[in-house]
């Protein structure tokens, strides 16, 4: 007959034994199993313990699976242990898509509750978890996990993730666009260049692969014919492609093309106000809030090139328009800086360089600018405050040095400290944070000779050897952004001013859906 505890009660009344009692005591193994003890006695027809009143932690697919095993009335159990295996496989199958669902609604609700975005993203990865534990040949709920990654800006394993997602449905554009999205970020160019590739051979109408590769093409490689034509390809696909002028605009501008930049950037401004005027201004839409972000940032960069082609008042205007439409950006307050800078109307490019550094604290080459008229105005300490704040945050503005250094020398006396400060203990310490090969032997004896020169013939005779030192300072930058000298302070500091912000890639392009992700 069986060990008592593993006979069913119909048995146990005196009924005959069927498969249907025989799945009864594997509901109880199954029982002990998650519980680690055996199933209350029930009495005739009454309902039987649930292992999730001893355990609350056991998921509730396997308690709908032993509670259907040990169903008081035999009518009630699985009709075999054939079906008994297909109800839990449907079972983990439904409860997996019940977790996955939950954690997109978590990804949702993140995106209207910034407050308590972190939380919500916590809570998705965890239903992510879970549906990939009772269903992990679904590749859906990796590209899941890997864009809750995404969000909190866990790169590496967002990359993981649709890594798997890739060879469990290796034809997926999606995951392919956004694991490129992630190398990007994490500044692999190639792999993202690969994956872009790879989206836009399975779905070729597609524009964000194209513009997202033109971007690395760009931004990354400093190829501008490549990121031109990629940006071409977009707009023959979707000729009101805003994105793809914008960042056309952009590369005609690095390449040294301004007059077809501003083509672009205004046709980009045309456009985007068409579309305004169903997208209400001041609208707290998502959709509205991105569109007039992108009109924004049209304004900036037509202001850039306006600048590049020295037309200052042109650039004022674009980028007092773009901090109208959006004035939580940084850079195109630093940029109308550097036109009131450039017209030593200093006070004005402190305040605006002030309101940059504030939006971004960690906008070296605001810092630096500031840094540069304070120094015009003779602050020296407010100065050497500002060339210091930029060189902790990015070491490789050798002006920052120089400048520091000619503070110490002109307002201090102190020459042998600024020598160190400007020339070779400095770009020794800057060349061993990994800048290797950026500092030459030959540059090294001309900034320490352009130095001694400097002491040998007074502070105020510059002429000879400032071509010298802004030569070093040439070749250490790069090629297509070399540095220019601005002026000569009235004692007679250093000081060389980059006529524009180092430029950074746009963002990334935005679908429903997907993830947007700022490259620098």
Known sequence: MGTAHYVAPEVAAGGAATSSSDLYG???????????????????????????????????ELDAIARSLLAANPKSRPAN?????????ASSSQAADAYYQRGLVYIDKASRERK?????????????????????TMAAH????????????????????????????????YTFLHRGIAYHTVNEPDNAISDYSEAHRINPKDVNPLINRGIVYYSKKGLYDLAIQDFTEALDIDRKEINAL??????????????KAVIDFSEALRLGLLTG???????????AVRHWAQVAHARYQRGTAYVA??????????????????????????????????????????????????????YAFAYFQRGFSYHALEEPDKAYTDYTQSIQLDPHYITAYLNRGIILYTRRGEFDAAKGEAAPDEMRLAASRRFNGLFGRRRLRDADAAMYHAKETGRNNFQFFTPELNRVASERMNTRAPLSLASALRQGPIAFMRMRSPSKAPPLLRREGSIEITAD
């Open 81 to 89: 242990a054939t079906a008994a295996y297909f109800q839990s496989v």
């Open 309 to 362: 082609k020295k037309e200052y008042d042109l650039a004022l205007a674009d980028f007092n328009e773009s901090i109208r439409i959006n004035p939580n950006e940084a850079r195109p307050y630093v940029s109308r800086g550097g036109i009131f800078l450039y017209r030593q109307d200093f006070q004005k490019a402190i305040a605006d360089f002030s309101e940059g550094i504030r939006l971004d604290p960690n």
């Open 277 to 287: 005027d169903v997208l209400q201004f001041g609208s707290k839409d998502p959709e």
């Open 26 to 60: 594997l509901g109880v193994v199954l029982f002990e199993l998650l519980t680690g003890r055996r199933p209350t006695e029930p009495a005739d027809g009454a309902a039987v313990s649930s292992p999730r009143t001893l355990r609350p932690d056991i998921p509730d």
């Open 246 to 259: 914008i960042n056309r605009g952009i590369a005609y501008r690095e390449k040294g093309d301004p007059d």
């Open 116 to 136: 308590q975005a972190g939380q919500m993203y916590d809570l998705a990865i965890r239903d992510f978890n879970d549906a990939i534990r009772l269903n992990p």
């Open 142 to 173: 990796f590209v899941g996990r890997a864009s809750a990654y995404m969000l909190k800006e866990e790169f590496r394993q967002a990359i993981a993730d649709f890594t798997e997602a890739i060879r469990l449905a290796p034809g997926d554009e």
